[in-house]
């Protein structure tokens, strides 16, 4: 059966062991029966929260302050999984914040089976990225709350629910073994991760919607954009596909047309002043110092992780 807890968590900083936030959904038979969405103080001297983080989820400390430490949380947390097999997305985060914040308050690790929906998409499915949004997209869901914990544990029930449809199984266990991917383990200071074997089983290519309406609310709506540099979550195909589906006009160089230029993967080091950027950057600045007109609005984005 489809039976399961699928988590997420939220950190406060960079450091995997700081929890701020978990959502836990509890399946029976791929239907939701329980959930619960808590906050949490992380361990001490892990407890800063960090603009980044708080600009990803919006929980900053004050919102904390009066919540358990993640040591008063964790028993809470065990007991709502019980014996249930754990399901995330991209679960090598999720697993290492437990793993994380058990060593930073000197814990033993607890022993929890797992599986992550990002590695059994990667099996069933031909996409450019596996990031939540993408897989939800591919299967005909999406997710209005992203990154906060309780949407993103439900946003990976629809996720398995998906996937269990299209493999035309009803149980996780055959799912996994249907898409040719282990399991994860967490036991005594031992962690096996959630992994494929074998060939690649893709069964299911989504095709891309014949029309999709442009977004005027979003903030690239009828901008000019160029990209330049490698981008690591996507192609720049797709990238692009993704600027030209919510009503912006992708363009190759830049000119005084160009509104947002996005650099991609480049040396940090060239950041420094008097150093030399991109050409298309270097454009953009020498654009911007010539006085182009506000109504062009040019601004540069720097995309490294994006």
Not at 39 to 66: C, K, W
Not at 108 to 137: K, N
Not at 254 to 264: E, F, H, M, P
Request: with cysteine; proline share 6%.
């Amino acid at each position: 059966m489809l039976n399961y807890t699928a988590i997420d968590f939220e950190t406060a900083n960079s450091r995997r062991g700081s929890p701020c936030s978990v959502g836990l959904v509890r399946v029976r038979g791929g239907v939701a029966v329980e959930e619960i969405h808590w906050l949490m103080r992380p361990p001490e001297g892990l407890d800063y929260f960090q603009p980044y983080n708080v600009r990803i989820h919006g929980i900053t400390a004050d919102m904390v302050d009066d919540q358990p430490r993640w040591v008063d949380r964790l028993p809470g947390i065990l007991n709502f999984i019980g014996d249930d097999v754990v399901v995330a997305h991209n679960a090598s985060f999720d697993t290492s914040v437990i793993r994380g914040a058990c060593d930073a308050d000197g814990l033993p690790w607890p022993h929890l089976d797992y599986l992550c929906t990002m590695v059994l998409a990667r099996r069933a499915l031909q996409l450019p990225s596996y990031r939540l949004a993408f897989v939800l997209r591919a299967l005909g869901k999406t997710i209005t709350d992203h990154h906060n914990a309780l949407a993103d544990a439900l946003a990976v029930t629809d996720v398995v629910r998906g996937l269990s449809t299209l493999q035309k199984v009803a149980d996780l266990q055959e799912l996994a073994l249907r898409l040719g991917v282990s399991p994860g383990r967490i036991r005594q200071m031992r962690y096996t991760g959630c992994i494929s074997n074998g060939r690649v089983r893709r069964t299911h290519t989504p095709q891309p919607a014949s029309h999709t309406a442009p977004d005027p609310g979003n903030p690239l709506y009828g901008r000019v954009v160029v990209f330049t540099g490698a981008l690591h979550s996507m192609s720049r195909k797709t990238a692009e596909a993704e600027c030209q589906r919510i009503g912006a006009t992708v363009r190759h160089s830049v000119t005084k047309r160009t509104n947002v230029v996005v650099l991609g993967d480049i040396n940090p080091a060239v950041l420094t002043p008097g150093a030399r950027l991109p050409r298309k950057a270097e454009t953009a600045l020498a654009l911007q110092a010539s006085g182009q007109s506000n109504d062009q609005n040019l601004w540069m984005s720097l995309g490294m992780g994006a």
